[in-house]
């Protein structure tokens, strides 16, 4: 993956008022919730726009002093700086080419070791799944990241929907393979096409979420309209965009980033401030919107929650 400097920092008018009508909303509801007492209960997934960190430190035990503040990415931000492969190359490219992309019809195949498979129009896929919207930190491995809002559902409640057999250990997800629509992938940069997986025990997981919107709106197509997975506590590219397959598997699937480059880019990819990447250090991040670099958490900050799933493995040889 390249990296490229950042400098569009600018919001239009019309977004500003956007972005503070949400920021007031969330602390709303934030302070709604924690008087209710559920702050208690999922301090990471009420994380706010200005008193989340400390509400997740506090709950880890982290004194605020040692974290520095957790907001909310902007929305000119997160819609205009993307990774899309499909769509280009460059991060401006996504929202440029992928203005039109459609996404009405959508249909996703589910198959393999699974009781349910078939193809699904989305609507049908989604139908009683309880909506949510969980805030997480996206840690890109090109070590930038972003805060995001986003709407959806636990992916645990999609499998528990498709019923996997008992022959299923893994899933993987494949994008759309469209080159009409997706220019990128007139080009070789990646095999499409592109693929993602995890282990199930990790995509059952409460964290794992699948977004069908962010800040309140439908996803746009460069944030991976109209369904795509989003795992927090690993790097960026684990969290695979504009799905039309869902394959449970009894071996570990393979991975876009895996196949391209496996010296570079491994299956787990937790985000790992002790593994570098062989061409530049994870220990730090520069979150986007701001200058100084921040120290980079494992598991993305998410430890207390996921290491468990990751005891005994040597997180070096699995990286
Ligand atoms: N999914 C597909 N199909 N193609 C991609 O190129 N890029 C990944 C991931 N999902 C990618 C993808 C990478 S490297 C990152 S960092 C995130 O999407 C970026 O998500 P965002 O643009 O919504 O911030």
């Known amino acids: 993956m390249l990296i490229k400097s950042h400098n569009k920092h600018d919001c239009t008018e019309s977004e500003v008022t956007d972005y503070s009508i949400y920021v007031k909303r969330r602390q709303f509801i934030e302070a709604s919730a924690r008087s209710l007492g559920l702050a208690a209960i999922a301090p990471s997934l009420l994380l706010s726009a200005c008193s989340d960190a400390a509400t997740e430190n ?20 997160v819609t205009s700086y993307n990774n899309f492969y499909e769509f280009g190359l460059d991060k401006s490219d996504p929202a440029k080419l992928a203005k039109n992309f459609k996404v009405k019809p959508w249909s996703v195949r589910v198959e393999g070791a699974v009781e349910k498979p078939g193809v699904y129009d989305l609507e049908d896929l989604l139908k009683g799944l309880p909506q949510e919207e969980r805030i997480y930190r996206l840690r890109c491995v090109e070590a930038w990241s972003m805060v995001i809002p986003w709407n959806g559902f636990a992916l645990a409640d999609l499998i528990k929907k498709l019923k996997p057999t008992s022959a299923a250990k893994y899933v993987q997800f494949e994008t759309l393979y469209d080159p009409q629509q997706m220019p990128g992938q007139k080009g070789r940069a990646l095999d499409w096409p592109y693929v993602e997986g995890l282990r199930l025990d990790e995509a059952t997981h409460p964290l794992a979420f699948m977004a069908t919107g962010l800040y309140g709106k439908e996803l746009p197509g460069q944030n ?4 795509r997975l989003v795992v927090p506590w690993k790097y960026g590219f684990k969290s695979i965009k504009s799905i039309v397959a869902i394959r449970f598997t009894e071996k570990q699937p393979a991975t876009s980033w895996n196949i391209a480059n496996p010296g570079e880019y491994g299956f787990y990819a937790n985000v790992n401030p002790k593994v570098s990447h062989p061409r530049w250090t994870q220990r730090k991040e520069r979150r986007i919107g701001e200058f100084l670099k921040r120290p980079t958490l494992p598991f993305n900050g998410y430890g207390d929650q996921v290491a468990s799933l990751y005891q005994g493995m040597d997180l070096k040889r699995y990286f």
């Not at 002093?65 to 957790?70: E, F, H, I, K």
């Not at 991976?224 to 369904?227: I, K, M, Q, S, V």
């Open 58 to 77: 506090a709950a880890k035990g982290i004194s605020n002093s040692d974290q520095p503040r957790d907001e909310l990415t902007p929305y000119e931000d």
């Open 224 to 227: 991976g309209a109209p369904l």
